[in-house]
Nanobody, 116 residues
Framework: QVQLVQSGGGLVQPGGSLRLSCAAS?????????MGWYRRAPGKEREFVAS???????NYAASVKGRFTISRDNAKNTVHLQMNSLEPEDTAIYYC?????????WGQGTQVTVSS
C-alpha cells in the first residue's frame, strides 16, 4: 500500500504562483516509476496536468506547458508542481498520482483557486 499526502494550494490572483507538493509513504521500498498531477475543474472531468518518470521524462498538458513545472525527489518519492502565470481556468482540485507496476495511488486532493 502507498499513501500520497498533498500540501500547498490555496487562493491566488491571476498571474500569481503556487507550489503543490506530494509525498509518498507506506510499504513501497523502491523509487516510484511515474508521479504526476491531475485536476478536476468545477463541472468537468478529471484531466491530466503533468507527469515525471523516475528517469526524468516529463509530460505536460498543452494548457499548462510553459507555465507549470513538475519536479521530484526520487530518494524521497516526492513530487512537486510549480505553477506560474496562473489563470482563472486553472481553478480546480489538484490530485497527485503515482504509478508503479500494478500499483495506482491518488492523493487526497488540494483546492487551487485563481481569482481576483
Amino acid at each position: 500500500q502507498v499513501q500520497l499526502v498533498q500540501s500547498g494550494g490555496g487562493l491566488v490572483q491571476p498571474g500569481g504562483s503556487l507550489r503543490l507538493s506530494c509525498a509518498a509513504s507506506g510499504s513501497i521500498r523502491s523509487i516510484i516509476n511515474t508521479m504526476g498531477w491531475y485536476r478536476r475543474a468545477p463541472g468537468k472531468e478529471r484531466e491530466f496536468v503533468a507527469s515525471l518518470t523516475s528517469s526524468g521524462t516529463t509530460n505536460y498538458a498543452a494548457s499548462v506547458k510553459g507555465r507549470f513545472t513538475i519536479s521530484r525527489d526520487n530518494a524521497k518519492n516526492t513530487v512537486h508542481l510549480q505553477m506560474n502565470s496562473l489563470e482563472p481556468e486553472d481553478t480546480a482540485i489538484y490530485y497527485c498520482n503515482a504509478v508503479h507496476g500494478v500499483l495506482r495511488a491518488w492523493g487526497q486532493g488540494t483546492q487551487v483557486t485563481v481569482s481576483s
